[in-house]
């Protein structure tokens, strides 16, 4: 399974950005799918991450402002990112799993995940 990232690009402060993965190599729909963002000498951070069935998870510094969905039947998933700022500045991963989601908790580490995208940078500059 492959995972290509897409959507990444330069964005005025406020600004809005989709990002869209999608998972080549498959004929199940993956479990859970997340999106990661990691910056310079900084750990991967957790973004939000969907199940299969729909339930979402996302860290608390984008709620209100980015919204994730996925479509089961194109194994996709996106990262609709609105009022961007600076501080939301990174190399954003996708991930996925091969497995069903064990809980909303399991699925919030990064170990959980066996597929990862090669990363897409977003940059929110004036």
């Known amino acids: 399974v492959q995972l290509q990232a897409s959507g990444g690009g330069l964005v005025q402060p406020g600004g809005s950005l989709r990002l869209s993965c999608a998972a080549s190599?498959?004929?199940?729909?993956?479990?859970?799918m997340a999106w990661y963002r990691q910056g310079p000498g900084n750990e991967r951070e957790l973004v939000a991450t969907?199940?299969?069935?729909?339930?979402?998870k996302y860290v608390d510094s984008v709620k209100g402002r980015f919204t994730i969905s996925r479509n089961n039947a194109k194994n996709t998933v996106y990262l609709d990112m609105n009022s961007l700022k600076p501080e939301d500045t990174d190399v954003y991963y996708c991930?996925?799993?091969?497995?069903?989601?064990?809980?909303?908790?399991?699925?919030?580490?990064?170990?959980?995940?066996?597929?990862w995208g090669q990363g897409t940078q977003v940059t929110v500059s004036s």
């Open positions: 190599g498959t004929t199940f729909t993956l479990g859970a």
């Open positions: 991930a996925a799993a091969r497995r069903p989601s064990p809980s909303m908790l399991a699925i919030q580490r990064a170990h959980h995940y066996d597929y």
């Open positions: 969907i199940t299969s069935g729909g339930n979402i």
